[in-house]
């Protein structure tokens, strides 16, 4: 049915979309007038908060954005950075959380052809996606069925159009089981003097539409993104997109081609409020107007509302400036690839957005205010107090290898290997590593050497107790991350989740880590090109934990000389770097705190940024210089967890001294930052270690790999497969349950 174009605008109404009556008087203020419907619901979707980071803004602007290979930051559909030859990585990572939980299948896959698309209408092939996922408790009864559907729709859509999945995370916590999370990176490859902008040039040039027909899925589904949810949650099952991968395939060779073509002046995805979202931001740019006509829209249903139009959010769509001669060869090569092309508008030089349907005018809206006048709020926040510290002393004694065992067979430790073997890891034939260790690696189709590193990062426990530790420690992993496979980590994106900036602990979580990160990035030369701010993550006043996911881009220049995580062979020399000299100490906030005495408490471990550059620098050098093909970062289930995953990775096991002091809880698990566990042969790992001391980093050989079990410390011996069978057997076991 038609919604009309003209409502008395009431109280109830300006707040069904998402604005308060403050915004609303500012809009008054603004156009001199009531809006009509379909104005209202354009100011909705451009001033809600996942358009208009209108919460968020004054403190986004504190991260680094800059730096020597940064070619584009935040500010267009993905950051660009410099990778040499003429040769550019464009890549982005974006939530897609509400509409996971809503309709976990169609949820999770529009997420994915959503960054695909904001990579490629850059000029972009991509090369490479990942994921970071957040699930509820395991014994919640949604969880199960909101995995199944979210990976199956990851899997769908990634398989389909054909880009491989290198790697993300895995996580449960009771604090998600209202509000799941799905964050989706994409990374392509273009070449530097190719890369397409969506600033909109040049008066009275088509504005031309691509792609798919507009439908009514996905009406309004901004404005849900910028809402907490309640107990009606259901209705808003409509506001979730259906994506088609298939087609997103043949928009992304017609646009390529296109972009080839020379008939581009800009391009825009139409993604979070669409058509609406897309036309704003072009004209805006570049200071110009943009009249549209929506006859001539294509669409799929009949009897759509100007209103329907403006704010659907289906898929598989792009809207472009063209240049007017080149419109019958940019015609041909759409209808060759089976998909719309029409000519929906033109740029005009009034600086006005106008929209007409039926011959009637039903929205005509000062453009460049749409976006620049969205309110900008400075929200009030408290800091976090400051975490108890952990007393380790007073936690006593463990049984090492029993606590182990329970590490690896744990929710949150456990192999993720159901996951990723529904997701074509291989395709496009450059995988060179699969997902499971540090980073994944793909390599630069056409370089016989060169190849690029993907990693995502976040401890949220760590982010809740000390929102400015956890932030740094994020950034420090990616990093450190990128660094264990020997490549140079070049910049990051971020994906801010978070629950009601309204609450003023809520937004204090927000601030500290954005400090957080912004200090890191700034220590590590690990600028932020691009991202998204995902608020109101909370279902009936209880929010998520903050998980401030960072995902980074690393450049090998030869990956012939790639560090990987299981052990190479029998009778290397195990080196433990940049450790304290009880090779690890701190047992706040630990997966082993966690898993085996079911708590959560102390501070997080502190990130030393100068240590974390200088230690990471070192173990880079060491996998260049061909010493190291076997290296992993201590994180999470600390030393112990590390080598398992090495042992478990190979086949192979290891024999480790007892730890020095004889703490062996704190040695074994602590979760100390800036380390890295490295095995050489023996004649390297004297040399390394040598090296090391001489460049001021800690190292210390501390055992030796080779036989089928792994012995650590005084502990009794496990081998290797009963560490793989605790190890994979819990997701096949949870999800066939």
Not at 175 to 184: E, H, K, Q, T
Not at 509 to 519: N, P
């Amino acid at each position: 049915m038609s919604i009309p174009n003209t409502l008395t605008v009431t109280a109830e109404l300006v707040a069904a979309h998402g604005l308060t009556e403050e915004e609303y008087q500012r809009i008054l203020a603004l156009i001199g007038r009531a809006p009509s419907f379909t104005e209202l619901g354009i100011f909705s979707a451009m001033w809600n908060e996942h358009c208009s980071y209108k919460s968020s803004k004054k403190w986004l602007r504190t991260l680094p954005t800059s730096g020597p290979r940064v070619i584009q930051g935040p500010g267009e559909n993905a950051g660009v950075v410099d990778i040499g030859d003429g040769q550019c990585v464009v890549f982005k990572m974006e939530s897609h959380n509400h509409p996971s939980y809503i309709e976990p299948y169609q949820g999770a896959a529009t997420g994915v052809g959503g960054i695909l698309r904001d990579v490629f209408t850059m000029g972009a092939r991509p090369v490479a996606a990942m994921n970071a996922l957040r699930f509820g408790a395991p014994d919640h009864p949604k969880t199960r069925h909101l995995v199944a559907g979210v990976v199956a729709g990851i899997g769908g859509y990634g398989n389909s159009f054909g880009v491989p999945t290198v790697g993300g995370e895995v996580n449960f916590d009771s604090r998600y089981d209202g509000n799941i999370l799905v964050n989706a990176f994409a990374a392509g490859i273009a070449e530097t003097d190719k890369i397409f902008y969506s600033r909109a040039e040049g008066v009275g040039l088509p504005v031309v539409y691509l792609g798919a027909k507009t439908g009514r899925d996905g009406v309004g589904g901004a404005t849900m993104a910028s809402a907490e949810f309640d107990d009606s949650i259901e209705e808003k099952r409509p506001t979730v997109q259906v994506g088609d991968p298939f087609t997103e395939k043949c928009l992304l060779e017609a646009c390529l081609e296109l972009m080839a073509s020379g008939a581009v002046i800009a391009i825009q995805d139409m993604g979070a409020a669409g058509l609406t979202c897309s036309a704003v931001e072009m004209g805006a740019k570049g200071d110009l107007g943009i009249a549209l006509d929506l006859d001539q829209v294509p669409v799929r249903e009949t009897a759509m509302s100007a209103y329907e139009m403006m704010l659907s959010e289906s898929q598989e769509r792009m809207l472009m400036v063209l240049r007017p001669d080149r419109r019958a060869a940019a015609e041909a090569i759409f209808r060759k690839w089976g998909l719309d092309f029409a000519v929906v508008g033109t740029t005009t030089d009034d600086l006005r957005f106008r929209v007409v349907h039926g011959g009637e005018v039903m929205a005509d809206l000062p453009i460049k205010e749409l976006g620049d006048e969205a309110p900008e709020y400075d929200r009030p926040w408290v800091a976090p107090e400051p975490p108890t510290p952990l007393d380790a002393a007073a936690l006593g004694d463990t049984d090492v290898a029993a606590d182990l065992l329970a590490l690896v067979g744990s929710p949150d430790q456990c192999s993720r290997r159901w996951v990723w073997e529904q997701y074509d890891t291989l395709i496009q034939g450059n995988s060179l590593q699969l997902p499971g260790g540090d980073a994944g690696v793909v390599r630069v189709d056409g370089d016989p050497k060169k190849a690029l590193a993907f990693a995502c990062d976040v401890t949220p426990r760590y982010c809740e107790a000390d929102p400015f530790e956890g932030g740094k420690q994020a950034v420090a992993e990616c990093w450190r991350n990128l660094t264990a496979v020997g490549a140079e980590p070049l910049a990051a994106t971020d994906n801010l989740n978070f629950g009601n900036p309204e609450r003023p602990e809520i937004m204090g979580q927000f601030v500290g880590a954005v400090r957080g990160i912004g200090e890191a990035c700034r220590a590590l030369g690990f600028p932020i090109v691009s991202g998204n701010v995902s608020l109101y993550n909370e279902t009936n006043g209880r929010a998520i934990p903050p998980t401030p996911t960072i995902a980074g881009v690393g450049l090998l220049p030869d990956w012939q000389r790639m560090a990987r995580i299981g052990f190479a062979g029998d009778g290397e020399t195990i080196v433990l770097v940049g450790a304290p000299p009880e090779w690890g100490r701190h047992l706040g906030q630990s997966a082993w705190l966690r898993t085996v005495r079911d708590t959560v408490a102390g501070a997080p471990p502190p990130v030393d940024l100068a240590h974390e550059k200088a230690v990471g620098d070192q173990v880079r050098g060491l996998i260049r210089d061909g010493l190291a093909g076997a290296v992993h970062d201590c994180s999470d289930g600390g030393l112990a967890l590390a080598l398992a995953e090495m042992a478990m990775a190979s086949g192979i096991g290891a024999t480790v001294a007892a730890p020095p002091g004889g703490a062996a809880t704190a040695a074994f698990f602590g979760e100390d930052q800036g380390r890295y566990v490295v095995a050489l042969a023996p004649e390297a790992a004297e040399r390394a270690v040598t090296a090391l001391h001489a460049a001021g980093v800690a190292a210390v050989a501390i055992g030796t790999t080779g036989g089928r079990e792994l012995k650590l410390g005084e502990a009794r011996a496990i081998s290797v497969d009963e560490l793989k069978e605790a190890h994979e057997g819990w997701f096949p076991r949870f999800m066939e349950a």
